[in-house]
């Protein structure tokens, strides 16, 4: 990356930081959509380094809250993320080098989606889904965290509505962050597909999105939750729209 493209991607993954710090997720939807939208990277680069990162912010939070982590709920989930990850990233592969609009239409899609879902809070269950429902959300988030390290809409639908306690549930899914970033960075290295060159230099966002969360935390923003939400909802949209319609109309032609 130039400087001027280095500069682009700290101050990408610093807003998506401190998104995901107030809303519970959209780090990698943030991050991704933007570097689809500007061609700061490849895809597959990025998801590289969106890995890289979410590991790096999982464990900082984890050094206080793996207690209470909800430890059944996060095996069952495992136990399909981690083969659909394997498949997500294969059709990456797939679909990278000669189908590259089906790509960002598809990431296209799942930022539309994933920001509707930010738009209407889900209701609260009575009781708590069975195990069957978490290996189903398991597998999807596995299937997109493969494709493009953007495993955390479909379980932060899911968990959200289970009548567990807040903290139990933002430390559950962020173990579940952690270790499918685990996976994947080893899958990628094992493929041989680890980026090359100044790609590396996309690591300097690190602090960039430690200081984003501690900003976040410490001196939120003067607006509710709810405009919060709003505000990052119209991004993801429109984000996602402008990635997905050049695709449609180059697919057409």
């Known amino acids: 990356m130039s400087p001027a493209e280095l500069l682009g991607f700290l101050l990408l993954?610093?807003?998506?930081?401190?998104?995901?710090?107030?809303?519970?997720?959209?780090?990698?939807?943030?991050?991704?959509?933007?570097?689809?939208?500007?061609?700061?990277?490849?895809?597959?680069?990025?998801?590289?380094l969106v890995s890289a990162l979410t590991f790096v912010n999982a464990i900082q939070m984890l050094l206080k809250g793996w207690r209470d982590v909800s430890w059944r709920d996060f095996r069952l989930v495992m136990a399909t993320s981690v083969p659909m990850l394997f498949a997500g990233y294969a059709m990456l592969e797939w679909l990278a080098d000669t189908r590259a609009d089906i790509l960002r239409l598809i990431l296209g899609i799942i930022i539309v989606v994933s920001s509707l879902q930010?738009?209407?809070?889900?209701?609260?269950?009575?009781?708590?889904?069975?195990?069957?429902?978490?290996?189903?959300?398991?597998?999807?988030?596995?299937?997109?965290?493969?494709?493009?390290?953007?495993?955390?809409?479909?379980?932060?639908?899911?968990f959200y509505r289970q009548p567990m306690s807040l903290v139990m549930i933002r430390e559950t899914l962020v173990t579940i962050f952690a270790l499918n970033a685990v996976f994947r960075i080893?899958?990628?290295?094992?493929?041989?597909?680890?980026?090359?060159?100044?790609?590396?230099?996309?690591?300097?966002?690190?602090?960039?999105?430690?200081?984003a969360t501690h900003t976040a935390r410490r001196w939120p923003p003067p607006v509710s939750p709810a405009t919060m939400r709003r505000i990052?909802?119209?991004?993801?949209?429109?984000?996602?729209?402008?990635?997905g319609a050049p695709s449609i109309v180059n697919l057409l032609k």
């Open 118 to 158: 930010l738009a209407l809070r889900p209701e609260p269950l009575r009781q708590k889904s069975g195990p069957a429902s978490f290996l189903f959300f398991g597998s999807i988030a596995g299937l997109m965290g493969g494709m493009f390290s953007t495993a955390g809409p479909p379980l932060v639908y899911h």
């Open 186 to 211: 080893s899958l990628v290295g094992f493929s041989g597909n680890l980026p090359t060159g100044s790609a590396w230099t996309g690591l300097l966002a690190i602090p960039v999105v430690m200081a």
């Open 232 to 243: 990052v909802f119209v991004l993801l949209f429109l984000s996602g729209v402008s990635l």
């Open 13 to 48: 993954a610093g807003v998506a930081a401190y998104a995901q710090t107030l809303t519970g997720f959209a780090f990698g939807l943030i991050t991704m959509g933007g570097i689809a939208l500007t061609g700061l990277l490849s895809l597959p680069d990025a998801a590289v």
